[in-house]
C-alpha cells in the first residue's frame, strides 16, 4: 500500500516484468500490469477493514520528510479514489445499457417513433431515464411537433432555441405561450386571451412550485423566442407547417413578420393574445405563407384594432387562395371587408368573426350564391355588438330558400342581445322575425346557437361598451341549441337574396392602432 501511494525514486525502481502466460497476450504490457495493480487495490476492499487502510495511510504521511510531500500524497489519494469512482461510474452505465437494450424490445428505430408521438414534457422524462433513451431522444424526429405551451410562464428563449436545433429540418410544429387552463378545441369559442383578469388560479400550486424571478433566469418568452426558426438560413422554419402563439407578451411586429417570412410551408397559423396589429400580421401572411389552409387571430384587445384595410383583404385572398378555416375575433372588422375575405376565398368552410365590434350582418346578403360562400359549414357571429336582426333573419330565409347548402352549424348568440334595424341602441332579445323553427323544420341537420338574455331592457350603451371591452366574454364550447324562448336549430339548399343594398359600413373612419401596454411587473408570474 505504501509503495502504490509512495513509489521509491526512478532510479532504484525495478524494471517492469514481462507478461506471464496467464495474462491477455493481446494487452500491452503496461495494461496488464495495470490490471494487477486495481485487482490489488480492489481486493483490499474486501480483505482490509476500514481502520487498517487509514492507520496505513497515516503512517505513510508520517514518514514524509515535509508538508508539502504529504500534500502531494494526500492530493494523489484524493485523485486516484476520484479516478476509480470514475470508471466504475461508466461500468455501471455500460451494463445497465447493455441491460436496457436487452430488456427492451424495440429496436432503435421504432423507439424513436413512440418518442416521437410523446409531448414534449414526457419526452424530456424519458431522455432523463438512461443513456440508451437519452440517445434515442436526441434524434430529430423527436421533436417533429414541439409544444411548449404551459398554464404558467416557465419556459425561456433558451429552451425553444434547443428545442428547434434539435428538430433542425424536421420541425413541422411548433406551440408557444401561456394558454390559461386546458385548451380548447378546435372550433371552440372560448377565449384563450390570457390577462391579469383571467389568469390562472394558482392557489392550488404547492409553495415548491412558486419560484421567485428575482436572480435566476427569466422564464418568459420575448420577442426573440421564434429567432432560431430563422437560422441557419431558415432552416428549421422551411418545413413547418403549424404554428401556434399563446399570450407572449413581449412579442412585436417585427419579430413575428421576421419568423413568418421564415415559414414558406405554413399550413395552420394560431395568434391568440399578442400586441401585433392585425394588418401588418395578414399582409406577412400574404406575402410568406401562401400555402396556408387555417388562420386563427384573437385579438389581445377587443374592438380596439381598426388596422385592417380592403387592400390587405384583397391580397390575402389572391395570395392564400388554399384558405378554409379563417378566425378573426375581438377585431373591429365593417362589412365591406369581411365580405371581401368570406366571398374571396372559394375553399372556405369555417368563418369566426366572434366578438368583432362593427359588423352588423349585411356581409351575408347573397353571399350563398354564386362561387364564393356557398361551401360555408360553420359561421359563428358570437357576441357581434352590432349584428342585427333584420340581417340575421334575411339569412336564414336565404336558408329556407335553398341557399348555403353544406351549412351545419350558425352562431348568433349574443349576450347584449341583436340590435334593431334603425337604432341599434334599440336590442332584441326574443325576435319573432327570424325564422328558427322555420328553419329547424326544413333542415333539422342544422345547429343554429341562438342564445340571449332572457329577459330584454334597455342598456345604457356607455355600459355596454365597458363591459364589451373590457371584460373577458365566456363562450361555450359545444354545440348545443338553446334560444331564450326554448326554440331550436335549423336547414338550407339554393338561393340568394334578391336583394343586395351594399357592403354595408360605408361610412367608416380608417384609424391607427393603439396599443396599450401592461407592465410584466404587475403580475408575479410563478417560474417553476
Known amino acids: 500500500m505504501d509503495t502504490l501511494l509512495h513509489p521509491p525514486p526512478t532510479s532504484s525502481m ?57 500534500s502531494i500524497l494526500i492530493d494523489r489519494a484524493h485523485k486516484l479514489g476520484s479516478l476509480l469512482l470514475g470508471a ?54 423527436c421533436y417533429a411537433n414541439i409544444d411548449l405551451t404551459t398554464v404558467v410562464p416557465k419556459v425561456n428563449n433558451a429552451v425553444v432555441s434547443t428545442m428547434i436545433q434539435r428538430a433542425g429540418k424536421s420541425l413541422q410544429s411548433l406551440k408557444l405561450g401561456i394558454v390559461p387552463g386546458p385548451t380548447a378545441s378546435r372550433g371552440s369559442c372560448q377565449p384563450l386571451v390570457y390577462t391579469i383578469r383571467n389568469s390562472v388560479d394558482v392557489s392550488s400550486i404547492s409553495w415548491n412550485d412558486k419560484k421567485t424571478r428575482q436572480g435566476k433566469e427569466s422564464s418568459i418568452l420575448t420577442r426573440s423566442c421564434l429567432y432560431p426558426l430563422t437560422g441557419d438560413n431558415g432552416a ?71 388596422s385592417l384595410k380592403s387592400p390587405t383583404c384583397v391580397d390575402l385572398v389572391n395570395n392564400c387562395p388554399n384558405l378554409s378555416s379563417l378566425s378573426l375575433r375581438g377585431f373591429k372588422l365593417h362589412d365591406y371587408k369581411v365580405r371581401i375575405l368570406v366571398k374571396g376565398f372559394r375553399k ?7 366578438t368583432s365590434y362593427s359588423i352588423t350582418g349585411t356581409f351575408l346578403r347573397n353571399l350563398g350564391s354564386g362561387s364564393g360562400g356557398n361551401l360555408l359549414e360553420v359561421l359563428v357571429l358570437r357576441d357581434c355588438m352590432h349584428l342585427k336582426e333584420m340581417e340575421v333573419a334575411r339569412f336564414l330565409t336565404a336558408v329556407l330558400s335553398g341557399d348555403f347548402k353544406f351549412l351545419r352549424h350558425l352562431d348568433i348568440s349574443n349576450r347584449e342581445g341583436l340590435a334593431s334595424e334603425g337604432d341599434w341602441y334599440q336590442r332584441s332579445y326574443n325576435s319573432s322575425i327570424i325564422p328558427l323553427k322555420e328553419v329547424f323544420e326544413v333542415r333539422p341537420n342544422i345547429c343554429v346557437l341562438a342564445e340571449f338574455p332572457s329577459e330584454g331592457s334597455f342598456i345604457d350603451i356607455d355600459h355596454m361598451i365597458d363591459s364589451y371591452i373590457n371584460s373577458d366574454v365566456s363562450l361555450p364550447s359545444q354545440l348545443s341549441i338553446h334560444t331564450s324562448d326554448g326554440s331550436l336549430l335549423m336547414s338550407s339548399s339554393e338561393s340568394s337574396y334578391n336583394s343586395d343594398q351594399g357592403s354595408g359600413n360605408e361610412e367608416y373612419q380608417d384609424s391607427g392602432f393603439v396599443i396599450f401596454e401592461e407592465s410584466s411587473d404587475e403580475v408575479d408570474f410563478l417560474v417553476v
Open 236 to 306: 428549421a422554419g422551411t418545413l413547418l407547417r403549424r404554428l401556434h402563439l399563446y399570450n407572449i407578451e413581449r412579442m412585436d411586429n417585427a419579430s413575428l413578420c421576421v419568423a413568418l417570412a421564415a415559414c414558406p410551408s405554413l399550413l395552420d397559423l394560431e395568434i391568440v393574445g399578442l400586441h401585433v396589429e392585425l394588418r401588418q400580421t395578414l399582409m406577412s401572411v400574404s406575402s410568406n405563407c401562401h400555402l396556408i389552409e387555417r388562420l386563427f387571430f384573437e385579438s389581445s384587445k377587443t374592438g380596439r384594432d381598426d
Open 348 to 354: 372556405l368552410k369555417y368563418a369566426d368573426f366572434s
Open 14 to 70: 525495478a524494471k517492469r516484468p514481462c507478461p506471464s502466460s496467464s495474462q491477455n497476450p493481446r494487452l500491452p504490457s503496461h495494461f496488464s500490469q495495470m490490471d494487477h495493480l486495481l485487482h490489488f487495490l480492489l481486493s483490499l476492499a474486501d480483505s482490509s477493514p476500514p481502520i487498517s487502510l487509514d492507520l496505513s495511510f497515516d503512517r505513510l504521511l508520517e514518514s514524509s520528510p515535509s508538508d508539502a510531500e504529504q
Open 88 to 141: 466504475a461510474n461508466r461500468s455501471a452505465r455500460k451494463r445497465a445499457s447493455l441491460h436496457n437494450s436487452i430488456a427492451w424490445v424495440l429496436p432503435p428505430d421504432l423507439t424513436i417513433k413512440v418518442f416521437s408521438m410523446l409531448d414534449s414534457q414526457s419526452l424530456c422524462y424519458a431522455a432523463a431515464t438512461c443513456s440508451m433513451f437519452n440517445k434515442c431522444a436526441m434524434d430529430p424526429l
